[in-house]
């Protein structure tokens, strides 16, 4: 049994990047409700269906994310020498990195710091909210690196050092003929193990302290994910047998997700992060390749999209979170109202000012180049 290796464009994997960039958005409004006490924007009573909603979308959007960058790692590989696909890395992701946390940076952390709050590489605190105006606080930002944040901004540099130390196993991979013999089912569910020993071998996942100075078993979990990611590209027939495990490897996702909600920070809660992430990754590529989107303008330019809108929705959503706090409006309407709101900023965003420009184009990870399309058309 074998299956086609694919050539054409992958509208399945596009789609999937645009419903992972949305379900972040939505993550990050509902972190603001979540117990998790270190991020820019609290409520002051955490809400349980954020709790659990949050810890299952962080779970899932960051491995998938990982994943697909892996698949997209060993295509660009096939296409392109190891030199070229290191400066597109460098002007894909350090570029917009470093214009996120020099341009946006200043804003989010004075957010931050105006809500009492002081994240930091050495962890978080609660302090006075400064006496002092934004226009001050920029010089002393820029000049001060304790005070610079990269906020949700380090999947880009742990994916930029993944992608470089993963390198000689993306190269080969690149170089393999494609495998299209599809595996046995156990197979399908193999990676859970691997993922599951990992998280708890390491004592990953919690506390979550994206700082790459303490981090380094959550750095190897996201290296686990990516290389994953760069298989399932060079194994077609393993992605085959995850679209007829589908349901299956979701299921495994939710008793994972189970495992994580009752045991928590402990060996079987990280146990049952590895089970999740890998249940996740399976249910979504097997779903969405089985039922792949006709190729479109709007799918296009949503999933060029996907960078731009990564880099900016963090700002419209704690601004937002800001203002919906002290109305008072219940939970659900408050998650929807900042979900729903930052998306539309984003987008507006990126249509308005990035898409039809070459500096902000490149700023964002997307090149100078302006090819422009008409996704009403």
């Not at 341009?103 to 002081?118: A, M, T």
């Not at 809108?309 to 979170?321: D, S």
Request: aromatic share 12%.
């Amino acid at each position: 049994m074998s299956a086609a290796v694919p050539h054409n464009r992958r509208t399945d994997l596009d789609l999937l990047r645009v419903l992972i960039c949305f379900a972040v958005i939505l993550a990050h409004a509902l972190l603001i409700y979540a117990e998790e006490p270190r991020y820019h924007v609290k409520s002051t009573e955490p809400w349980l269906v954020a709790t659990v909603s949050y810890e299952a979308m962080r779970i899932a959007t960051l491995a998938i994310f990982f994943v697909l960058a892996g698949w997209s790692a060993v295509a660009s590989l096939r296409r392109r020498t190891a030199g070229r696909y290191v400066q597109d890395r460098a002007a894909r992701v350090l570029v917009p990195l470093f214009a996120g946390i020099l341009l946006l940076g200043p804003v989010i952390k004075w957010i931050e710091l105006q809500q009492g709050r002081d994240l930091r590489l050495g962890g978080f605190r609660l302090v006075a909210p400064p006496d002092y105006g934004f226009l001050e606080f920029i010089p002393r930002y820029l000049t001060r690196l304790n005070l610079m944040t990269w906020s949700h901004l380090w999947f880009l540099a742990y994916l930029f050092l993944i992608s470089l130390a993963l390198l000689p196993l993306l190269v080969w991979l690149a170089r393999r003929q494609p495998e299209a013999s599809v595996p046995g089912r156990a197979m399908a569910y193999a990676p859970a193990a691997l993922l599951a020993g990992l998280v708890a071998g390491t004592g990953g996942y919690w506390p979550f302290l994206p700082n790459l100075v303490q981090d380094w078993a959550n750095l190897s979990y996201f290296a686990a994910c990516f290389a994953l990611g760069g298989v399932l590209f060079a194994w077609p027939g393993l992605e085959a047998r995850l679209r007829g495990e589908a349901w299956g490897l979701l299921a495994l996702a939710l008793a994972g997700l189970a495992l994580v909600v009752l045991a928590g920070p402990s060996v079987p809660g990280r146990i049952g992060v590895g089970l999740c992430a890998w249940g996740a990754i399976g249910a979504a590529l097997g779903l969405a390749g089985r039922h792949p989107p006709r190729p479109g303008r709007l799918l296009s330019w949503l999933g060029e999209a996907t960078m731009p809108v990564y880099v900016l929705h963090h700002i419209p959503v704690l601004a937002l979170g800001v203002l919906v706090l002290p109305l008072g409006w219940g939970e659900w309407i408050s998650v929807l109202a900042i979900t729903a709101g930052a998306t539309v900023l984003s987008l507006l965003a990126y249509r308005l000012l990035v898409w039809p420009w070459r500096l902000p184009r490149w700023l964002t990870g997307m090149g100078a180049e302006a090819q422009l399309r008409n996704p009403a058309r």
